[in-house]
T-cell receptor, first 114, second 114 residues
Framework: AQKVTQAQTEISVVEKEDVTLDCVYE???????LFWYKQPPSGELVFLIR??????QNEISGRYSWNFQKSTSSFNFTITASQVVDSAVYFC???????????FGSGTQLTVLP | ETGVTQTPRHLVMGMTNKKSLKCEQH?????MYWYKQSAKKPLELMFV???????ENNSVPSRFSPECPNSSHLFLHLHTLQPEDSALYLC?????????????FGSGTQLSVL
């Protein structure tokens, strides 16, 4: 069985603040893939990043960065200098061979205030 | 624009009605998915189709009936729904059903059952 926990249901920050969204996962597989998706008010989930279990390098893409730590089973997402357009629901997800399907966390609603 | 189009965007139906949701992808993908997103709950995978064949049915009630006539189109036929079926129904596609594939989502159909 696999499980994804996003303990932060809602986060509110003021524009230009940094914010970190937490994601903790559970799986017994040694090979697995972690994802982050963004769901703006328009409804469609948009892919942000994919990371496989053998690649623990952190990744930075513009204002976005991801911290993958197998020791704590976490795959946290940081937005630097947040902007109003970052307001959305963010989902962490996990897929491993034995589960054969993508399991999503319950999502974190991020609101960035001007 | 993710290349996955869902219609209608909004649907209100009575419990005795029959309606259908439509999904079309222009990405040349071979796998298509139906997800249900209820308030405050993780996305729930309902059905998976790979090369037009259903490969996953996550114990979905028979009042939801999927149809995949080709790799580009996916339907969800609805009949005698219950109020608790009110949710956002999301369609997604991917090149294959492998665990490392990222999904491309449509904007969803917001369904209200009265």
């Amino acid at each position: 069985a696999q499980k994804v926990t996003q303990a932060q249901t809602e986060i509110s920050v003021v524009e230009k603040e940094d914010v970190t969204l937490d994601c903790v996962y559970e799986t017994r597989d040694t090979t697995y893939y972690l994802f982050w998706y963004k769901q703006p008010p328009s409804g469609e989930l948009v892919f942000l990043i994919r990371r496989n279990s053998f690649d623990e390098q952190n990744e930075i893409s513009g204002r976005y960065s991801w911290n993958f730590q197998k020791s704590t089973s976490s795959f946290n997402f940081t937005i630097t200098a947040s902007q109003v357009v970052d307001s959305a629901v963010y989902f962490c997800a996990l897929n491993s061979g034995s589960a054969r399907q993508l399991t999503f966390g319950s999502g974190t609603q991020l609101t960035v205030l001007p | 624009e993710t290349g996955v189009t869902q219609t209608p965007r909004h649907l209100v139906m009575g419990m005795t009605n029959k309606k259908s949701l439509k999904c079309e992808q222009h990405l040349g993908h071979n796998a298509m998915y139906w997800y249900k997103q209820s308030a405050k709950k993780p996305l729930e995978l309902m059905f998976v189709y790979n090369f037009k064949e259903q490969t996953e049915n996550n114990s979905v009630p028979s009042r939801f009936s999927p149809e995949c006539p080709n790799s580009s189109h996916l339907f969800l036929h609805l009949h005698t729904l219950q109020p608790e079926d009110s949710a956002l129904y999301l369609c997604a596609s991917s090149p294959r059903t492998a665990e490392n594939e990222k999904l491309f989502f449509g904007s969803g159909t917001q369904l209200s059952v009265l």
